[in-house]
């Protein structure tokens, strides 16, 4: 199993702002992967951050609004840039366990005024 | 692309048994997991079926039917601590991404 500490657990921002979010595992993982859950909603995949290359977003997500870092085997930071409400969300990180299985982060809860 | 539809919510009484129904509609399916949520928590892993068949684990099993693309969690004995969201999950072949689907709502009353 894989242990992921991530912070802020959660925080209100001001519109335009920026927060970033960090993820550190407790074992090296290849793969890294940031989703987001609004409210009552299902887990939709931003991108998946490998070290040492660019982060491959999904649909509908870009490097612009959602810059991400993955300097080593163990941490990464998702940024969510020039915020709006529309952007009040849980951000969860989330590493491959293995056989199909993730584990992932507590999760942060970003509420945007 | 992958799509999946599950119930939205579902309603049993402790000690009862609940099936958690999931289809899917996919390109490349590979298999099918089970999550967990409950309030303000962090998805956990409950189970992953790859091939056809049930899988057992203590009070939870999964079902996989490739043909029907569908699968199905059950819970048996249920506990008051079971009620939460619990989400299936596709994979792809050669890929480690999943696609969730809405999740189902579970709650158990006494």
């Known amino acids: 199993s894989a242990v992921i500490s991530q912070k802020p657990s959660r925080d209100i921002c001001q519109r335009g702002t920026s927060l970033t979010i960090q993820c550190q595992v407790d074992s090296q993982v290849t793969m890294m992967f940031w989703y987001r859950q609004q409210p009552g909603q299902s887990l939709t995949l931003i991108a998946t951050a490998n070290q040492g290359s660019e982060a491959t977003y999904e649909s509908g997500f870009v490097i612009d609004k959602f810059p991400i870092s993955r300097p080593n085997l163990t941490f990464s930071t998702l940024t969510v840039s020039n915020m709006s409400p529309e952007d009040s969300s849980i951000y969860l990180c989330?590493?491959?366990?293995?056989?199909?299985?993730?584990?992932f982060g507590s999760g942060t809860q970003l509420s945007v005024l | 692309g992958q799509s999946l539809e599950q119930p939205s919510e579902v309603t049993a009484v402790e000690g009862a048994i609940v099936q958690i129904n999931c289809t899917y509609q996919t390109s490349g399916f590979y298999g099918l997991s089970w999550y967990q949520q409950h309030d303000g928590g962090a998805p956990t892993f409950l189970s992953y079926?790859?091939?056809?068949g049930l899988e057992e684990t203590g009070r939870f099993s999964s079902f996989l039917s490739r043909s029907d693309s569908y699968g199905y969690l059950l819970l048996q004995e249920l506990q008051m601590k079971d009620s939460a969201s619990y989400f299936c999950?596709?994979?792809?072949?050669?890929?480690?991404?999943?696609?969730f689907g809405k999740g189902t709502k579970l709650s158990v009353i006494p």
């Open positions: 989330s590493v491959d366990g293995g056989n199909e299985k993730l584990f």
């Open positions: 079926n790859a091939l056809d």
């Open positions: 999950a596709a994979s792809g072949a050669g890929s480690y991404q999943l696609t």
